[in-house]
């Protein structure tokens, strides 16, 4: 029979690995939830958006250089 050696460097990664893995996955179903539940009118669709008040002139960018 073979053990297998585990360092406690592979040990972390592989912790880390399952918790970006978790991370992940809750994540993603939090976005296709939140998709689904707009589709079928459960949610309304958010419109407070913070960039869509600011106005900015293209004039203004190019004046700045």
Do not use: C, T
Not at 1 to 25: E, K, R, T
């Amino acid at each position: 029979m073979h053990f297998l050696y585990f360092d406690p460097g592979l040990g972390a990664m592989i912790i880390q690995a399952i918790i970006a893995a978790v991370a992940g996955v809750v994540l993603f179903s939090k976005n296709v939830m939140y998709k689904i539940k707009l589709f079928l009118g459960l949610q309304k669709q958010d419109k407070d958006d913070v960039f869509d008040d600011i106005e900015i002139k293209d004039s203004d960018v190019e004046n700045k250089n």
